[in-house]
């Protein structure tokens, strides 16, 4: 398995875990009598487990399993991947910090995070489908 | 990788992009508010990203990699891959009626567009699972097969 297809899904794994024990703060929170603002993490709890972990988890197999690219460059460009890798775990971890902060702070002046968070995210996504698109082909 | 499964994970590769896009433009819109409007995308996005991503994806993938069929001597024939017509019915449906759900859920869409959009995602499914059924079997065994094609049971080979 190529290094960055371990990076994505050794990474996965851990947002794995991340999402499932905020999932599990959440449910504690009437029971515990936490505080209400642990809300908050309802959208990052959400999209950490279908971004952090499925989605990353897909990207992870597919550069590794999918048709190869050229005998060249089986994998297509590496230095995309990367970039995906990079770009996809730097706007998620923004987000995950920035989010909570702008909704249980109005002006906590995080707001412009999440908008880079937004870039960092969509670059990715769009970023696998190029990276991606020509692998998927007939043998 | 068979000419359909090109087509889904392909058709998938997109609706990753658009879902995507739809949620940057929220999250932007959430961190530095630019139009109220943009909060419409919500059920798009995730209507685009679970059927038009993860379970297009999936149907994509498992047509391709699940055990085939050795048919006769022609063991590259796409007959191997099982009743490819069916799953092909599966990616117009599926992609038809998510579309459909999609523009429903759109500012003044139709309960009636939605309702048929979910229609066309359930036949798609059923295809599916009707077409790939047989291709869920043990290592070695076989799918014996008439002689037009028709599929008569299974045996260990």
Redesign the interface.
């Known amino acids: 398995m190529p290094l960055l297809a371990r990076f994505y899904i050794k990474t996965g794994l851990g947002y794995f875990v991340a999402a499932l024990a905020i999932a599990l703060l959440l449910a504690a929170q009437p029971i515990l009598q936490l505080p209400s603002g642990i809300h908050s993490l309802s959208p990052v709890y959400m999209h950490l487990l ?1 971004i952090g972990w ?2 990353q988890l ?1 990207f992870g197999i597919a550069y590794w399993m999918f ?1 190869k690219f050229s005998k060249e460059a089986p994998r297509g460009r590496l230095w995309l991947g990367w970039a995906v890798y990079l770009l996809l775990n730097s706007g998620l971890l923004l ?1 995950a910090i ?2 909570p902060l ?1 909704m249980l702070l109005a002006d906590s002046g ?6 880079v ?3 960092l ?2 670059a ?3 970023g ?2 190029i990276n ?2 020509s692998r ?4 | 990788m068979p000419r359909l499964s090109v087509w889904m994970i392909r058709a998938a590769l997109l609706y990753l992009g658009v879902g995507f896009t739809f949620g940057a433009l929220m999250l932007a819109n959430k961190g530095v508010a630019f139009d109220a409007r943009i909060w419409l995308l919500r059920p798009v996005h995730i209507e685009v990203l679970i059927f038009g991503w993860l379970v297009q994806l999936a149907l994509g993938v498992a047509f391709w990699i699940l055990p085939r069929f050795a048919v006769g001597a022609d063991a590259a024939s796409h007959k191997r891959y099982g009743k490819r017509r069916l799953v092909w019915v599966t990616f117009i449906a599926l992609n038809s009626g998510i579309l459909a759900v999609a523009l429903s859920t759109w500012q003044g869409g139709s309960v009636a567009v939605a309702f048929v959009g979910r229609i066309l995602e359930l036949a798609a499914v059923i295809t599916f699972v009707l077409a790939i059924w047989a291709r869920v079997k043990p290592i070695g065994a076989q799918q014996a097969v008439d002689y037009v094609g028709h599929s008569v049971r299974s045996v260990r080979s």
């Open positions: 279908t499925i989605t897909i048709p987000r920035a989010e702008t995080m707001g412009g995070l999440l908008v968070s937004a870039i995210q969509l990715a996504g769009w696998f489908v991606t698109w998927v082909k007939e043998r």
